[in-house]
């Protein structure tokens, strides 16, 4: 990572540079897209920071002592992200949805953390796969 108009170490100077500004920022897809090629085909890429990176830094703050946090408190919860439909499963019938994704090739619908129902109604019983 450098910054905009930075020169590029020698060792990388034949990757390709990917422009993270403002424009990159409003419209974000193309910059993931291909961040996320690079990632999963293990290419090295030089990523050319052209906003202040001060701005990705604002820390999460939970203002009252460790102890009096109750364990469902979740320090992360604007950043992750689940299958809303593991609400009130257990982990084998999760998994078996996944198994049932996967072999559909149907993505399952994600919801953030924060805020969400995370237990629930147990649903109904899955079909055995046959």
């Known amino acids: 990572m450098i ?12 990757a390709p540079v990917v422009t993270v500004d ?9 910059v993931v897209e291909r ?3 690079a990632w999963a085909e293990r290419e090295a ?3 050319e920071l052209g906003v202040d ?4 830094r604002t820390p999460e703050v939970i203002g009252v002592e460790p102890w009096r946090l109750s364990p469902e408190t979740e320090p992360f ?3 992750l992200h689940f299958p809303e439909a593991f609400v009130g499963r257990g982990d084998m019938s999760r998994g078996g949805l996944l198994l049932r994704s996967v072999r ?3 993505e399952l619908t994600y919801i953030q953390l924060s805020g969400a129902t995370r237990r629930g109604a147990r649903p109904a019983r899955l079909e055995p796969i046959r």
């Open 53 to 56: 990176p001060v701005r990705f």
């Open 35 to 37: 961040l996320h090629q």
């Open 22 to 30: 403002e424009a990159a920022l409003r419209d974000p897809a193309k």
């Open 104 to 106: 559909s090739a149907t």
């Open 3 to 14: 910054n905009a108009g930075d020169a590029i170490p020698a060792p990388w100077v034949a």
């Open 77 to 79: 919860g604007d950043r």
């Open 45 to 47: 890429v030089v990523v």
